[in-house]
Structures are given as C-alpha cells and as structure tokens.
C-alpha cells in the first residue's frame, strides 16, 4: 500500500516553482509590491466578515499582488493588510500564504469559522489554535510525517492577549482540520472529541505547515458557528458574526504588538 505523499520524503527536497517568481512577477507591473514594513497580514475567509472589514479600516486595494483580494490598512499607527476572497480549504490557504511570504509577509493570523466537537462550545465562542490535526494533504508535502501541525507559540500568545479584555468566551486548545466537511464521522467526532479536540476547521494545519517552512509566523483564530458532536447545522447567528468582528479586531491588535517584540530566530 502507498504512503502519503506518493513520493516519500518529499518534504525535504527542493521544489520546482520557486514563489519568488510570483512576486517577481507582480512587481514587473508593481514594483512597490513589498509587505515586509508592514506588521503582517489577516486573512479572512468568509465573504461576510472581509466586507466588515473594509467597512471598519480605511484600505487600499492592491488588485493582482496575490490571488483573492489584498487590501493595505494605514493609519492611526496601524500598518497591515487584509486578505480576502481566495476560496476556501487546505489548498486555496496554502497558496495564498506562499505568496504572501515571497512578498516578504512576516507574520499572518487567519480569522474564519469552526464547527465544535465540545458540547460547552457554542455559537459564538472563539477558539485559538495550539495545534491541528492534519487530516488535510497539503501539510504532508511540506512537513515530515506527524500527526499534528502548530503554530507560532508566540504570536499565539499575543493573540491570546489581544483578545483577554473582550467579554467574548475564548478558549485555547487543538482543533482538526480535514479536506472533507460532508464526511465528518460520527466515529471521528467522538474520538477526537474524547481526545480534547475543540473544533473542525479546513484549512489550518495547512497554513501552519507553509508558515513553518516559509518561516512567517502564523496563528489562528475560530468563532465556533455549528456542532458536529450534537448536531446542529449552521444558521445565521449574531453571537457567531460578533465574534467574527473581535476576532479581527483582536487579530490586528496583536499583529502591532507583536511588532515590537518578535519572536527569537527560529521561533514561528
């Protein structure tokens, strides 16, 4: 029986497309195309939370510098980009953050949505990532063999804190990330639930995974919108947009902060 990847140890060897050639690519029509100033990037899955934020910070659009929309927020002492609209899933995430990186992004948090596996997590609430488990495919081509993928203990950490003073539940702790969210088991739910896991999501190990290799520091922030450990599908609730907008919020709090105090050589 094959392994995964097909082709063993490929973590480890070179790859063929280099991102470098994105961002010289953009900057043959762009030459200003540079994030490396800037504090770091928040991306934002859903359609819905990128539209509060454009609404929220006075940006400007850099139409072509990555896939999905990039928008720059300057002012107020803030200097940061939005990222938006470049799909969902482990793939879409992976690539976005690649060229983010060649553009010289040092620091990324990701805001989106999760369905829990503990039945204490409701609408609303927001998880932070430790760790995810990699039940996607696009870890395993940039990660030696391993059950899990984390993210960088100390932007974490000052996400964690970004988000202390908002009176929202937020709680700390491993999620699962998996390629396919209509083939969520009951067997999956119960024993990654037993096992502490907090909540389903589909694109963090793969982000976190690029972020160590890339060397960019990533973290992830969830607001919990549906169960899976006593089902209830996904309606449209204010508690889960309101910690939507914290979330973001608290995200690019954290991303200035953390400007001032990165973390050592080697630590992402």
């Known amino acids: 029986m094959n392994g995964f990847p097909l082709h063993p140890g490929k973590h480890a060897l070179p790859a063929v497309p280099d991102p470098a050639e994105h961002a010289a690519y953009v900057r043959t029509t762009d030459p200003d195309a540079d994030l490396s100033t800037f504090d ?42 939005l990222c938006g609209g470049f799909g969902l899933g482990a793939p879409a995430a992976g690539l976005v953050v690649e060229q983010l990186a060649a553009l010289g992004t040092q620091r990324i948090i ?63 702790g491993p999620i699962w990330t998996t390629d396919a969210p209509y083939r969520e088991t009951t067997a999956e739910v119960t024993r990654y639930g037993a096992e502490g896991i907090l909540a389903a999501d589909m694109e963090a190990a793969a982000v976190f995974a690029v972020g160590h290799c890339r060397t960019v520091a990533v973290s992830t922030v969830l607001a919990i919108a549906d169960s899976l450990v006593d089902r209830r599908p996904r309606q449209h609730s204010p508690d889960t947009e309101h910690a939507l907008h914290t979330a973001l919020a608290a995200a690019a709090q954290a991303l200035h902060t953390s400007t001032a105090s990165p973390p050592p050589l080697g630590e992402h």
């Not at 204490?120 to 760790?131: E, F, K, N, Q, T």
């Not at 000052?158 to 937020?170: C, G, H, I, R």
């Open 40 to 81: 770091g990037v928040v991306l934002l899955y859903q359609g819905r939370i990128l539209g509060h934020a454009l609404r929220t910070y006075r940006t400007r659009p850099r139409p072509g510098w990555v896939r999905g929309g990039l928008h720059l927020v300057e002012g107020q002492g803030r200097r940061f980009a």
């Open 110 to 172: 990701t805001v989106g949505t999760a369905a829990s596996l503990q039945r204490d997590l409701r609408p609303g609430s927001l998880v932070v990532a430790r760790s995810a488990l990699r039940d996607e495919g696009l870890s395993h081509h940039y990660l030696p063999p391993g059950r899990t993928a984390s993210p960088s203990p100390a932007l974490t950490q000052y996400l964690a804190e970004a988000l202390a003073p908002y009176d929202l539940p937020v709680t700390r």
